[in-house]
């Protein structure tokens, strides 16, 4: 089972690059974040068109995730679910075959001074106690999207310069390594241990993916057991190299399952 990840920086402008990777990759599975569109504009006939099922939650021009697959996701929520801020723009879990795929869109934080970054390092606790309470590091879960972290400085091109950016923040590295500790496995790393691979391209950086100045922010996990049967992963850079890129591109992996 092939399942990828893609920050689309709007789905409505990226619905091109979006059709053409599903007809020239056909993952199984492929997640959105940062859609940035109400449900009513969602573009959900071309995704079908392409023969493909889509559940999505989006909001006008913020946020907003959705979930591609071959076959009819099962068991769909959107949200964290626990009393406080849904976040439903942020949060898809579905079942798809036998494996459970959690999409998220984790806040960015703005500054590390500004209220929101601690409303992401909650947002990381939180996440936390929403695996906990529905699955089990031995189910079979696959946790992805734009998680806005750089887990280690070679996961950027200049982390020498980044300490306190709100996507490498001690802080923040931290939270996510919490969550990580619960039963993740970074499946990605698993095959690729190399310095140089990045997911994301800041648009203000002329030319910054030829250049590779970017940041590894979108990410692919698995709990062990459904880690232990994945057999590649990687990054596609051609589509930040293409026509009315997103400042992401996609990242992907593929299980034995």
Not at 83 to 96: C, F, S, W
Not at 167 to 179: L, P
Request: charged share 25%; proline share 6%.
């Amino acid at each position: 089972m092939k399942i990828a990840t893609f920050n689309a920086n709007s789905i409505r402008s990226r619905i091109g690059v979006v059709t053409a990777w599903l007809a020239a990759q056909a993952p199984d599975v492929l997640c959105l974040q940062e859609t940035k569109t109400v449900d009513e504009a969602f573009p959900a006939e071309a995704i079908e068109g392409a023969g493909y099922a889509v559940v999505y939650r989006g909001e006008k021009a913020y946020n907003g995730v959705a979930l591609i697959a071959k076959s009819a996701p099962a068991e769909v929520r959107f949200g964290l679910d626990d009393g406080g801020p849904a976040d439903e723009t942020r949060l898809v879990h579905a079942k798809v075959g036998k494996i459970h795929i959690v999409n998220t869109y984790v806040p960015q934080g703005r500054d590390i001074e500004h209220a929101m970054y601690q409303y992401k390092l909650q947002w990381f606790a939180r996440l936390k106690e929403y695996f906990a309470r529905h699955f089990t590091p031995r189910t079979p879960l696959v946790w992805l999207g734009d998680l806005n972290v750089a887990p280690e400085a070679m996961d950027i091109h200049n982390a020498e310069e980044q300490e306190d950016h709100v996507c490498y923040h001690v802080d923040v590295r931290r939270a996510f390594a919490d969550v990580v500790r619960w039963g993740f496995v970074d499946v990605f790393r698993k095959h690729r241990p190399e310095p140089g691979q990045y997911t994301f391209f800041d648009y203000r950086t002329p030319n910054a993916a030829k250049r590779g100045m970017g940041w590894r922010i979108d990410h692919i996990l698995a709990t062990a057991p459904l880690a232990a049967k994945s057999a590649a992963a990687y990054v596609d850079l051609a589509p930040r190299l293409g026509p009315k890129p997103s400042d992401h591109t996609f990242l992907a992996a593929e299980f034995d399952v």
